[in-house]
Structure formats: structure tokens, C-alpha cells
């Protein structure tokens, strides 16, 4: 009986850790400096799906989440800017931080003076990038991402997006030093 019962509980943890490697993998991070109590409306700047059939439906699940956190989407000057990348392809981006003393992402360039610090990051296929600019500073405040939300097969893509997405947001607005 012993045999079979190992065999039973290997077979069990298998199959858990299966499912944890492939089940969607999110990523979120933030400006611990930045005040989330202060942002309700929110403006999109930029959606860079894969696929154009992509737009709307990144839009509408992102949408949803802040709906549902009691921000309201405004069409353009809001508190802040949204910017969505859906990645086809393992993709490397740079990632740049300013220290607060002029610098920042002004949507055509940067400006100011200030120290920076630049990051490399790889986003395999499939990966939503969603990330959020204060909509004065241009600062980079948030960044959500979700691996394996878009894909292939027509048939799983708005659940996947949908399910990734709501992920992405569950902890959203995060809790920060100045909130």
C-alpha cells in the first residue's frame, strides 16, 4: 500500500508544480514615493498590441480594473497616462529612472537635469505591459506585466487577457509612503 501511496502523493505534487509553470506569470511594481490617493482619472496615451484587433480589448479589460477601483477615464489630460505594449516576440527594453531633478519621460523626449539609471528587461511572447505615467510629471508610477496573456489561439485570448489582467490589478492602487 505504501508504493501506491507515494506514487499518488508524487503524481499530486507534479501536477501542482505543472500548473504553476504554466499558469500566467504577473509582475507589478511602483513608486513607493508616489501618492495613489491623489490620481482618479486616467488618460491613454499609447496601446501597442501585437495585433490591432488587440486594441479595444486591452483598453476594455484595463478599463474594467480602474472602473472598478473608482477611477474614471477621462480623453486626455488626466492624472494619468497609460501606455499598453503587447509583446509577439521575446522582446529586450531599457528601462530608465530619473531621480526626481528634472528628468522624466515627456512623451516626445526627455528633458532636465538629473542623475538616471537604466535597466535592461527581456518580455517573452505573449507578455501585456501595462504602464502608468503621473499625468504632470511624466514620471513612470506603475508597471504591471503579464506573461502568457497573449497568444495564438483566438479561442483563449480574451479569457487569458481578462484573467491576466485582473491579476495585474488586485492589489491596485498599491499602498505607498505617502498614501
Known amino acids: 500500500m505504501k508504493p501506491i501511496s507515494r506514487t499518488a502523493v508524487w503524481s499530486v505534487l507534479f501536477l501542482v508544480s505543472l500548473g504553476t509553470a504554466?499558469?500566467?506569470?504577473?509582475?507589478?511594481?511602483?513608486?513607493?514615493?508616489?501618492n495613489f490617493s491623489q490620481y482618479k482619472t486616467y488618460s491613454w496615451q499609447t496601446i501597442k498590441p501585437a495585433n490591432s484587433l488587440w486594441d479595444a480589448r486591452i483598453k476594455s479589460a484595463v478599463d474594467a480594473q480602474l472602473a472598478a477601483k473608482g477611477w474614471t477615464?477621462?480623453?486626455?489630460?488626466?492624472?494619468?497616462?497609460?501606455v499598453a505594449i503587447a509583446t509577439s516576440h521575446t522582446e529586450k527594453t531599457l528601462q530608465t529612472f530619473y531621480d526626481g531633478m528634472g528628468g522624466g519621460?515627456?512623451?516626445r523626449?526627455?528633458?532636465g537635469m538629473g542623475e538616471a539609471t537604466t535597466t535592461e528587461q527581456d518580455y517573452k511572447e505573449g507578455t501585456l505591459v501595462i504602464d502608468m505615467y503621473d499625468g504632470k510629471t511624466k514620471q513612470l508610477i506603475w508597471r504591471g506585466s503579464s506573461e502568457d496573456t497573449v497568444s495564438n489561439n483566438a479561442d483563449k485570448n480574451e479569457k487569458n487577457l481578462d484573467k491576466g489582467v485582473a491579476k495585474m490589478f488586485k492589489k491596485f492602487p498599491p499602498q505607498s509612503a505617502k498614501s
Open 109 to 111: 523626449g526627455f528633458g
Open 22 to 34: 504554466l499558469a500566467q506569470q504577473v509582475k507589478t511594481d511602483f513608486d513607493h514615493q508616489a
Open 73 to 82: 477615464q477621462i480623453d486626455s489630460g488626466g492624472d494619468v497616462a497609460i
Open 105 to 107: 519621460w515627456r512623451w
